[in-house]
């Protein structure tokens, strides 16, 4: 197969992989020296290889589980030397673990995805002070089960820890301009604020 860039072969690959329920991640990539373009680049099974022992710690509170088991299962993408193209040079199909069973592929990497729906959803209920994992419970409730989610609670709690980010150090003259655009609506309506040196 050729592919116009490389991005549409791994894309390809992935959506293999979600029909055929494993979860994927880039490998290592190889650049010609003479451009510096990407010649060779892996994409292989997420449970490729294994993990490297870490050392114990004493504050070490939660073991990570281990979900690499060695799987060979992969695809090679070659930038063919005369065009911008890119062929499947190298594709291993076998994997070395049991694929994920139908019940649990909303749980894979490719079928989990928040939608303009879910952002909405988690930054109204947090103005109400709920946080990421009761709203992902309330979701749960609203569309009819965990199966019908497309999302983890994780995503969820990492949508709201980026909004935080995002608003970190703006916070007060958010609060501000709020109340400027009440005054705009409601004459009546005052407000006072002082600043100090900072």
Do not use: W
């Amino acid at each position: 197969m050729k592919f116009d860039t490389l991005q549409q072969g791994i894309s390809f690959y992935e959506n293999y992989a979600r029909v055929s329920s494993f979860d994927t991640h880039l490998y290592s990539t190889k650049k010609r020296k003479s451009d510096g373009k990407i010649s060779l680049k892996y994409c292989v099974c997420n449970k490729e290889g294994f993990r490297e022992t870490p050392k114990l710690q004493s504050n070490c509170k939660k073991k990570r589980p281990i979900t690499r088991m060695g799987c060979n299962a992969r695809i090679t993408l070659k930038l063919v030397n005369d065009q911008d193209d890119y062929i499947i040079f190298s594709f291993h199909e076998g994997h070395t673990h049991p694929l994920t069973t139908p019940n649990s592929a909303h749980h894979t990497k490719q079928s989990r995805n928040l939608t303009l729906a879910h952002k909405k959803y988690i930054i109204d209920n947090s103005r109400a002070n709920i946080g990421a994992t009761k709203s992902y419970r309330l979701m749960k409730e609203h569309v009819g089960g965990y199966l019908n989610m497309a999302a983890s609670v994780t995503d969820f709690k990492n949508f709201q820890r980026d909004i935080r980010k995002h608003i970190r150090g703006k916070d007060a003259h958010m609060l501000i301009e709020n109340f400027k655009r009440k005054q705009e609506m409601c004459s009546s309506f005052f407000f006072k604020y002082e600043v100090d040196d900072k």
